[in-house]
Every structure is written in C-alpha cells, then in structure tokens.
C-alpha cells in the first residue's frame, strides 16, 4: 500500500492512503542504519498490521523531488508565505530570508498578506510595488472576513503547499477558512493524532481537497542561513537576474563595484530599495560570518 506521511509524533507516522484513510505506522529500523528519517511529506510504502485499528510499518521511503530544513518537510510543489499587512507590520528582512531559502530549493513562492480589513491602499500598493518585480504572486486577504479565501484555493489546487509565516499573522484562521465546508476521510484523523497534541507542534499535512494539501508549519520568528556563502546571494533574489552580465565586471557582486547594473536599476526604481537593502544586509552578514 502507498500512501503520504500527514504527520509525525514521538517515532509514530500518520500515513494518509487514499479511500482508506490514516494508518498509524512505526518506521523499521533499515532507516535508524542508514541515517534516513521520514518527514511529512514522504510517499511511502506500507506494510498493514492491523486494517480493523489502521496500523502498519513504513518499508520504503519514495524519492523525494525536495526537501526543506526550515520548516522540515519534503515533496513540496509550492510556498505561500503568509504575514499580515498590519497587527504585527511585515518583518521584511525575516520574509526575504524565508523567500532565499525557497529560491536555493527552487520552491516558487506565493506571497499572501492577511488582515487587508485593517490595511490602507497605500500599505498594500507599497507591498506590491516591493515584491511584484521580484516576480512572486502577491495576494491580499482578510481571514477573519474571508474575503479572497477562494483566490488561494484555486492556487492552492492540485499541489503540496507549505504554509509558513510567523506567529500572529492570521495563519491558523485562514488554514481554517480553506478547511470550511471539506468533507474527506483524512478529515477524521484526530481520534489517532489527539494522543501528541500535548508534544511540541510539529508540521502537519492537511488535505483541503482530493489531490490538494497543505503543510501547517509552526510559526517561525528567525530564520538564519549558515550555509549560504555571500556569493551565492544574489542568484536568489530573482530580479537581479535581468542585470547579470550587463555590469562592468565580471562576476560582481553588487555591492561596492563601480558601473554594477543592479545598483543602476535600484537607482532608476527598476529594482526596489527595500529589497537592495536587505540583500545589503545579508551579503554583510554572511561575510562576517564566514570571517569567524
């Protein structure tokens, strides 16, 4: 039997197999010796001990197309990042810090700002004007009023989404209001799963419909990327990408060169400052870091 890993607690696996629901699994002790951990995320296959009380053994991992440290999860075809536009402000420098870490894995990311209900034009448009020529989708939306809920859906559709974003932005609500009215087996998990909910949260895969699911990630408040060489910064973020080979020297790195296109195109308003700055202050960091 095959199924998809939807959560994991204290060494069980909840393995989600279509039509049939979730099995409780333990994983055998071939991936103890070969240092390989499942995550959820993981198409698996299963062994059945039990289909009367659903649990089984995982005996083989499927290959994985991906896999993310932060949050810890594999198989996943997009990010939608969620902040809030307003109660708390964006922390932009934490939101580009998670926006490198997809671009190194080549997850295409989805940027949704929450709580437009309490936002003004000009903090949207400001939000557009940053982000939209880095070439992510920005998408704008009130949980709480479930306005623009359906516009997620439909890019949501089909895929494996991981869902991050710090603590206070509305995450869980609008996890809640894509959940409305979805009626499907894996929503009766929580007669086997109530036993961790006293653990420390861990990431959850939660189907919103027969083919689409959602990774609930816990909230992130820093995001540090140590294994990141300054020189490597500028390949992800995207809109630097127009400019490479058009500045005067090779392999410039976009920070004290002289005739540097990007810093041209940040001056001309082709790239935003805000995201030249927070580029400025990661290759800084990362310098410093590789120095000690």
């Known amino acids: 039997m095959q199924g998809k890993i939807v959560k994991g607690i204290a060494g069980f696996y909840y393995v989600h197999i279509a039509e049939f629901g979730i099995y409780e699994c333990k994983a055998k002790g071939i991936f103890r010796k070969k ?7 993981d198409n698996v296959e299963i062994d059945i001990l039990s289909d009367e009380d659903k649990e089984g053994n995982i005996k083989r991992i499927l290959p ?68 939209l020529p880095s070439g992510y989708k920005v998408v704008f939306i009130s949980a709480r009023l479930e306005e623009h809920i359906d516009e997620i859906k439909e890019l949501l559709k089909g895929k494996t989404t991981t869902v991050a974003g710090p603590s206070g932005v509305g995450k869980s ?36 419909d027969q083919d689409t699911y959602i990774m ?14 300054e020189e490597e910064l500028r390949y992800c973020f995207p809109e630097f990408s127009a400019y490479e080979g058009r500045c005067r020297f090779h392999g410039c790195v976009h920070v004290h060169e002289p005739d540097c296109a990007v810093k041209r195109a940040v001056l001309e308003g082709e790239i935003h400052s805000v995201r030249y700055q927070s580029y400025l202050e990661l290759y800084k960091e990362l310098k410093e870091k590789r120095r000690f």
Do not use: W
């Open 216 to 229: 609930d990630t816990p909230g992130f408040s820093s995001l540090y990327t140590n294994d990141l060489g």
């Open 173 to 208: 609500s609008m996890i809640n209001c894509l959940q409305k009215e979805v009626e499907m087996e894996i929503g009766d998990i929580s007669s086997k799963i109530d036993r961790g909910k006293h653990t420390t949260r861990h990431s959850e895969l939660i189907a919103i």
């Open 35 to 41: 240092g390989k951990k499942p995550l959820v995320g």
């Open 64 to 131: 994985r197309k991906n896999e993310l440290i932060r949050p810890a999860v594999c198989n996943v075809d997009q990010a939608l990042v969620v902040f809030a536009v307003q109660k708390p402000k964006p922390h932009l420098n934490l939101l580009n810090r998670f926006l490198i870490e997809m671009e190194r894995k080549g997850v295409p990311a989805v940027l949704c700002f929450n709580k437009l209900d309490i936002a003004t034009e000009e903090e949207m448009e400001e939000l557009q004007k940053i982000y």
